[in-house]
């Protein structure tokens, strides 16, 4: 069945170290992919996001990478600061007999130490 | 910049009681989404709604859940006769345009945090 999933529950990271949050997904028909970033007590936020057709796609010191070969997608937040800090989750689209929703991940919890 | 708003922030029912969840999407946008989260676990996905109608739902939305979009700004969400485990935070969202289009990114509300006792 179709599932999104991440690696790792928590990540901690020093303040200005990159930080990588990583996410597998099992529906190698999913063409469109979103990073979202949960602050306590707020809805999801949308970071960035890439289709199928991309390998890696930049933002504003964000960087989604997504490997088809092995499904799987990362974030990579360049220079972290404390209002990194957040849950991140990964979203993917997927596609069944012509409706389409999003499909989210369990998100991983960064926590960035000054 | 525009935003997606919802009321009641907190709300506190008890069991078998119907709730109406409220929502005001982005003005200019046409695909409205509804989401709930559990506490400490994911964000799932409830059910969309274009052109007056659900385009996708999932299997929580079953037939103690309807949505309406009553004039041209709300978007409601009922649930007829609640029980305990639909005590969630729910999510508003809405787009510019389908997955498919450009513009497809959905902006969320704050959430409505649901307490059933």
């Known amino acids: 069945g179709e599932s999104v999933g991440l690696h790792l529950p928590t990540l901690s990271v020093q303040e200005g170290d990159n930080s990588i949050i990583n996410c597998a997904y099992s529906?190698?028909?999913?063409?469109?992919f979103i990073w979202y970033k949960q602050e306590s007590g707020k809805g999801p936020q949308f970071i960035i996001d890439?289709?199928?057709?991309?390998d890696k796609r930049q933002g504003q010191r964000v960087t989604v990478l997504l490997n088809k070969t092995v499904k799987h997608l990362s974030l990579q937040i360049a220079a972290t600061q404390p209002g990194d800090s957040a849950v991140y989750f990964c979203?993917?689209?997927?596609?069944?007999?012509?409706?389409?929703?999003?499909?989210f991940g369990k998100g991983t919890k960064l926590t960035v130490n000054p | 910049e525009p935003e997606v708003t919802q009321t009641p922030s907190h709300q506190v029912t008890q069991m078998g009681q119907e709730v109406i969840l409220r929502c005001v999407p982005i003005?200019?946008?046409?695909?409205f989404y509804w989401y709930r989260q559990i506490l400490g676990q994911k964000v799932e996905f409830l059910v969309s709604?274009?052109?007056?109608?659900?385009?996708?739902k999932s299997e929580i939305f079953d037939d103690q859940f309807s949505v309406e979009r009553p004039d041209g700004s709300n978007f409601t969400l009922k649930i007829r006769s609640t029980k305990l485990e639909d005590s969630a935070m729910y999510f508003c969202?809405?787009?510019?345009?389908?997955?498919?289009?450009?513009?497809?990114?959905?902006?969320f509300g704050p959430g409505t945090r649901l307490t059933v006792t």
């Open positions: 969202a809405s787009s510019e345009f389908g997955l498919a289009g450009v513009g497809y990114e959905q902006y």
């Open positions: 529906n190698s028909a999913s063409d469109y």
């Open positions: 890439i289709r199928s057709n991309m």
């Open positions: 979203a993917e689209n997927t596609r069944q007999g012509g409706s389409e929703k999003l499909v």
């Open positions: 003005s200019n946008h046409l695909y």
């Open positions: 709604f274009y052109n007056n109608e659900i385009s996708e």
